[in-house]
């Protein structure tokens, strides 16, 4: 059963510095989100993205973030200058066009220090 | 403002003592509510959608359905491997594709 991926599984780095996070989603999908869970906290909508550009973004995703999809199959989110409180869970997802549900992927779980 | 309560917080049952999990909604016209299922330290899983008042899904021992403003998941005769975090999800009109609200969700704990 197709499913969407995630690379790395967990990232450390150091307040400040700017990380990189992967996702590869469904293959025949084409709207793509990121989302994120602080620990113990609800899961909070970030970003969607359709056709190359954002669709709609949360009030999370400031200036230190962007997305980008660099070829055919990966999906990234990338935190420029990253602070203490950027360290959560982060989620991609994926979509069909014609379809609402959302599967997620396993997450990567980034910690700022 | 759209939001999503979710309740009990946790509930621990026996192996095969039914119960419901509760999710309560408000949102500006829903176009889907949301079920998932979310193991520890990975994502969420995908259970069922619900549209519209009335309307309910099966899958195994988990029953969801829908009201106006709250939709129930009815487990019956859960088992160990039914322990999970449920999470409750609204998608409404007028946003984009995908702008998911989730409840911070019921974690589930069933005893042998």
């Known amino acids: 059963e197709p499913e969407v991926t995630q690379t790395p599984s967990h990232q450390v780095t150091q307040m400040g510095q700017e990380v990189i996070l992967r996702c590869v989603p469904i293959?025949?999908?084409?709207?793509f989100y990121w989302y994120r869970q602080i620990l113990g906290q609800k899961v909070e909508f970030l970003v969607s993205f359709y056709n190359n550009e954002i669709s709609e973004k949360s009030e999370i995703f400031d200036d230190q973030f962007s997305v980008e999809r660099p070829d055919g199959s990966n999906f990234t989110l990338k935190i420029r200058s990253t602070k203490l409180e950027d360290s959560a869970m982060y989620f991609c997802?994926?979509?069909?066009?014609?379809?609402?549900?959302?599967?997620f992927g396993p997450g990567t779980r980034l910690t700022v220090l | 403002e759209d939001q999503v309560t979710q309740s009990p917080e946790a509930l621990r049952l026996q192996e095969g003592e039914s119960s419901s999990l509760n999710c309560s909604y408000t949102?500006?016209?829903?176009?889907?509510l949301f079920w998932y299922r979310q193991d520890p330290g990975k994502g969420p899983e995908f259970l069922f959608t619900l549209y519209s008042a009335g309307e309910e899904k099966e899958k195994e021992r988990l029953k969801a359905t829908l009201t106006k403003k709250e939709s129930f998941l009815h487990i019956t005769a859960p088992k160990p491997e039914d322990s999970a975090t449920y999470l409750c999800a609204v998608l409404r009109y007028g946003g984009s594709q995908g702008n998911l609200i989730f409840g911070k969700g019921t974690k589930l704990s069933v005893k042998p």
């Open positions: 997802a994926s979509s069909e066009l014609t379809r609402v549900e959302q599967f």
């Open positions: 293959s025949n999908h084409l709207y």
């Open positions: 949102v500006s016209g829903l176009r889907g």
